[in-house]
């Protein structure tokens, strides 16, 4: 029940202890803000792990050919491994059950025209799957597709800056630009969420890059889109399986590392995610355990409290007071004290990281950080509970002072 009584006296208290009242109020006011900038700044950093891979597919293995460094069966070692259509065609025969996509990769960089504006850039030979692998954005027209790739159509698409680039505010659809050379027609244009540099790319057939050099069946790399139902342990060992075919296709010695790479984003993924799981784990230790060191203070307090206010309370109790009177003054002061350092620290902690956005990207890689308000307010009442029960054991003890005992400490 209120007591204006009680709590007049509290406030009295602490009128007259103004220095340990804010040593009191500090200890679990800091503990709070190191919690929650932990939390949040941890949170942070998983943020950009996932930015990094939210910009590709995750469900996606290239392979990079490469040079064996061992001799195997007649062969020498440091022979260059080429990749051509062939792989294309085995892979789709043999591993149909695990293939969503695949496309091959041609990189080249060609000086780009279009009537009195031309710019290098970079094109890319490719299938229509490539549009999936790098989750590309049409923003006008559509990309390569399957008729274009059977037909060695000279159709392109365009980045976003490549238009800006070559046609001003001018519509680029259905015109015709010279490619190194050769006439394309813009079929599409498109915005990649991954940079300037993936916006000033040109995507054209495979094929027809294979057609203007020669006629070649040769691919620079693979770009395989898996299904997603198969998850880390199947995409693991789809590519364990596809190295052990492409090594005995290619003549290449199983124990060879050097034919040929794979980077499988999934088992990427996965291993940040692990770190970021380690870090978030020490994190919180280093959290909980600011969080002990804030009821560890605010107990040594409470029992200095006590200790400085023996004599008082010989006196509340010589003139009538009841041992729970003496508690509920004690405790009820704690967790006044211990609720509003608690909670000023948690909104000081998240009105900091809100401040932060973006702004440790680039020196820390960090991304918004922050935390949820349902662990920032449990982490809160936990520190008020354990701050409370910090009063309670001195306040239960000096209850149980006897007033003559009380008045006699020095």
Do not use: H
């Amino acid at each position: 029940m209120f007591s204006r009584d009680t709590w007049q006296e509290i406030f009295l208290t602490i009128r007259k202890n103004k220095l340990r009242t804010i040593l009191s109020g500090f200890t679990v006011s800091l503990g709070i803000l190191i919690f929650v900038c932990l939390v949040g700044l941890t949170n942070g950093l998983q943020n950009t792990f996932e930015y990094f891979f939210s910009q590709d597919a995750t469900n996606v293995m290239y392979i990079f050919p490469g040079r064996t460094s061992m001799p195997y069966k007649g062969y020498k070692s440091l022979r260059r491994i080429e990749l051509d259509n062939s792989d294309l065609a085995d892979i789709k025969k043999d591993f149909p059950m695990f293939l969503e996509y695949i496309s091959p990769r041609i990189f080249r960089s060609a000086l780009v025209k279009y009537k009195e504006e031309s710019n290098n850039y970079t094109t890319i030979g490719v299938d229509w799957g490539q549009q999936f692998a790098e989750k590309t954005i049409m923003m006008k027209g559509r990309y390569i597709n399957q008729e274009d790739v059977k037909n060695r159509t000279k159709n392109v698409a365009i980045g976003r800056l490549v238009e800006q680039d070559l046609f001003g505010k001018s519509n680029s659809i259905g015109e015709f630009i010279d490619v190194g050379g050769s006439m394309f027609r813009v079929v599409g244009v498109f915005q990649d969420d991954g940079g300037d540099n993936e916006e000033r790319q040109l995507y054209m057939p495979y094929t027809t890059r294979q057609l203007i050099e020669k006629n070649t069946d040769e691919i620079g790399q693979i770009v395989i889109g898996f299904k997603e139902e198969l998850g880390y342990t199947g995409a693991m060992a789809f590519q364990r399986s596809l190295e052990k075919y492409l090594k005995q296709k290619k003549f290449i010695n199983p124990e060879d590392e050097n034919g040929f790479f794979v980077r499988n984003v999934a088992d990427q993924l996965k291993q940040n995610q692990d770190f970021a799981g380690v870090l978030a784990i020490i994190a919180a230790l280093v959290a909980f355990g600011t969080i002990i060191a804030g009821i560890i203070g605010i107990s040594n307090i409470m029992v200095y409290v006590v200790k400085e206010r023996t004599k008082e309370i010989g006196i509340r109790k010589a003139i009538g007071a009841t041992p729970r009177s003496v508690i509920s003054v004690i405790l009820l002061e704690s967790i006044f004290i211990t609720t509003i350092s608690g909670f000023l620290g948690m909104f000081l902690g998240i009105a900091l990281l809100s401040t932060l956005g973006d702004k440790l990207m680039d020196d820390y890689f960090i991304l918004n950080p922050g935390i949820g308000t349902g662990l920032a307010i449990f982490a809160t009442l936990l520190l008020i509970v354990f701050g409370s029960l910090a009063g309670y054991v001195p306040a239960k003890r000096a209850a149980r002072i006897k007033p003559i005992v009380a008045l006699n400490d020095e």
